[in-house]
């Protein structure tokens, strides 16, 4: 069950303490956390498997473990652009739970990956069973969309 996996980084904490250790989750308390931790799996990765394929409905939010990820999106030319790698605690496919819009990249296993899998439809059937929780949810969403974007702002501003 979900509420036995570790984050390598942090060997101490349960399921539940690791979703509440990712930006997208932190504000939930600790009954909602086990709620969304409840839907929750591990799942294992090669080096080069994908996670997600750019174009493709997104079915899932996944919290890196152990390994490492690359982004990456294939441009107008058709070249694949790497736009980052990421490690464990960071989290990919967010979108996934609140839209069914296309991927906007590709997510590939850089290394072995082994990531905390939160599927969608699961989420969406937790989220209209739980109506409170689906409040709470949507709260942590905006706060971490807004944080991204004023950190993208910022950015953007700076290389002017």
């Given amino acids: 069950m979900a509420e036995d996996v570790a984050l390598e980084l942090f ?3 349960d399921g539940v303490e690791l979703i509440q250790k990712v930006d997208l989750f932190r ?12 839907i929750a799996r591990v799942e294992r ?7 997600i394929e750019q174009a493709s409905i997104g079915a899932a939010l996944y ?12 441009n107008s030319r058709g070249d694949e652009e790497p736009l ?8 990919v496919g967010e979108m996934a739970l609140i839209e069914s819009d296309l ?8 290394t072995d ?13 937790l989220l209209d069973e739980h109506r409170n929780l689906a409040l709470n949810v949507y709260k942590a969403f905006c706060r971490s969309l807004s944080e991204r974007l004023r950190n993208t702002t910022i950015k953007l ?4």
């Fill in 45 to 51: 990765f090669a080096a080069g498997a994908p996670l």
């Fill in 63 to 74: 919290i890196v473990r152990a390994g490492e990820v690359t982004i990456s999106r294939v």
């Fill in 157 to 160: 501003s700076e290389k002017r």
């Fill in 11 to 13: 060997p101490e904490l």
């Fill in 84 to 91: 980052t790698r990421l490690g464990p605690g960071s989290l």
């Fill in 113 to 125: 990956v082994e990531a905390l899998v939160i599927p969608r439809e699961a989420f969406e059937r």
């Fill in 27 to 38: 504000g939930l308390g600790y009954e909602d956390t086990l709620l969304v931790s409840s």
């Fill in 103 to 110: 991927a906007s990249a590709n997510v590939r296993a850089a």
